[in-house]
């Protein structure tokens, strides 16, 4: 798992690929989503879809570890050099997809098995976009749904009303191993 002094990250940088909306180093709920998936494997994880991806660690892991086939969606195609960076360090491949939150459709949710994403409730104007995200993932049949937060107040108004509507649980999760990490797990399972 690299971080930003990894050199090649650093390679992508100086690249010029720069992300605009934090894409710009790894974020740990993805670590904390990874740990939970460890301990609570899905029996469906054919098909993912790595929400908000980022650098892309949690879809790379379930790539890695389960041969699942995983989409990664970011509204930031900027994020892609570097999710190929770690995808090739890790000997996978993940697809990518620019799309935000509110743009995707249960049409595009119909073969997920597994939705997660980490700090994807970060601003004010996520806590629908992402809220509505979830409702299409319920409504299309999505098995399981992880998202991965260090407890912002927006992460918690979106799981509020994401379990009063459809249930799931608020899981406290911790790492404290190599890579030290704490939030909360908002978990849906819809099988």
């Known amino acids: 798992m690299p971080y930003a002094s990894h050199a090649c990250i650093r390679a992508v940088k100086r690249a010029g690929h720069e992300p605009s909306i934090h894409g710009t180093k790894l974020w740990k709920s993805s670590c904390l989503i990874i740990d939970y998936l460890k301990k609570n494997t899905p029996a ?27 989409v990664s969606m970011d509204a930031d195609p900027a994020v892609f050099p570097y999710l190929d960076a770690v995808a090739a360090l890790n000997g996978v491949s993940t697809t990518p997809w620019v799309q935000r939150f509110e743009k995707v459709q249960k049409k ?3 073969q997920t098995d597994i939705l997660f994403g980490g700090d994807i409730c970060f601003w004010d104007e996520l806590v629908k976009p992402v809220g509505t995200m979830i409702d299409r993932a319920i409504d299309a049949g999505v098995g399981t749904i992880v998202i991965g937060d260090p407890e912002r107040p927006t992460f918690h108004q979106m799981a509020e009303k994401v379990i009063q509507k459809h249930g799931g649980e608020l899981l406290n ?16 399972h819809n099988d």
């Open 173 to 188: 999760w911790r790492l404290t191993g190599s890579v030290k990490a704490t939030g909360a797990l908002l978990v849906i």
């Open 44 to 70: 469906r994880r054919q098909r993912i879809l790595d929400a908000g991806c980022g650098w892309g660690i949690t879809g790379i892991w379930c790539a890695q570890q389960w041969g699942s086939e995983v």
């Open 108 to 110: 595009d949710l119909k």
